[in-house]
């Protein structure tokens, strides 16, 4: 077999579309000639996987999600997110947004700090009471931006930096588009810029969906959507951005989902950081099943499906009944099925003034970031 990409991307097409029609053992022979070339091509081991698990032994099948798992933590340690210090403009921009205010950057964090209590003891155990609902308090919106936004910037650029972008994105496609999922104030855009501007070079354009119920338009417009050339170097890079006012959970019917024509188009899916809330809200497991079954249905051949979220009791039972439902699915191959990443430390510059704010609050410390994922590749 020729290992020429080019090839590589035609043979897997195929074997996908094999597989998705039941005929196994063609979808096979296409897996193992690409495997032959490129022993960690992560679609073909994937698709691969699938039809091994509707025949062979349990044991057969577990030795192949190890081997997938060890490649991609392989990967995963060769992704390094550019040095930054989001700190800086985060507290600067909220210095600015709260006028006739003249505090300096650590008086500042003070006069915040019951809203960042109030958070942290809501996000740490699921005990507490909920402040779901309490989302739209600006309060409550700045100490978010502050402790957690921060954390969340490059979880999504590690995900996809890991899959070897090469194997899954075609390059001779100028435009990209990404639909974020109960994004909040989306800090996984900026992680998603930087991937771009890295990974996928040739890309000149960039949509941005945006599916959130509460009103977080002040932080996304006013900072979010503003830190472009923090970044990304890409100045030729066009951005464009649509926001749907929309509860999430009711796309578990169907009819709803499919006024948004967008999603049929996007390369990417994203659920960071909102599968907790869904979970909790959620009438049962069918119906958010039935909500990711429905996105699923509508998305692109060869798009991907992203969930990450922080690692809690009901999110990891949700996520291992979800991605066994979904491998007896043939709508999507499981490229990554993780509930037990390793903590990784963003890669800040260190931002002094917060530093001492946090050594004079140590209930405000938080270092290291840990997640589930699941990424899923339609077919």
Partial sequence: ?????????????????????????????????ILKTDPDNIPALSGKIKVISQSETDEKKQELINNLDSILRKKAHNVVFPKHNPYQTIISFLQTTDSGESLNKNDYLYKLSPSLLRL???????????????YNERELQKAYLVRYFPFYIETIYRELGALDPAQIFNEPD??????????????????????????????????????EKYDWDWIRDGYTLCQKSEYSTKKSLKCNFHSYPVDVLSFDNGDILKRYQVIGAANIHVFQNCLRDLVKAASSYDSLYRLFENILEEMAYGSLLVITDLRY?????????????????????????SLDNPEYRPNFYPDPEFTEFVKQNPSQRKTWSRYYSVIIMKI
């Avoid at 077999?1 to 096979?28: P, T, V």
């Avoid at 900026?190 to 949509?207: A, C, E, H, K, S």
């Fill in 1 to 33: 077999m020729n290992g020429d990409a080019n090839q590589i991307k035609h043979r897997l097409s195929m074997g996908l579309n094999y597989l998705k029609l039941g005929e196994n053992q063609k979808a096979l022979n296409l897996f193992e000639q």
């Fill in 174 to 211: 100028l435009q990209f588009s990404v639909c974020l999922y109960g994004c909040g104030p989306c800090p996984e855009y900026l992680g998603i810029l930087r991937f771009v501007t890295d990974y996928l070079p040739d890309m000149n354009q960039l949509d941005v969906y945006f599916f």
């Fill in 313 to 337: 009791s009901k999110t990891r039972f949700f996520l291992e009944r979800f991605i066994t439902d979904i491998e007896k699915d043939m709508k999507g191959i499981v490229l990554k099925a």
């Fill in 120 to 134: 942290k003891d809501a996000f740490k155990s699921p005990e507490v009471p909920d402040i779901d609902e309490e």
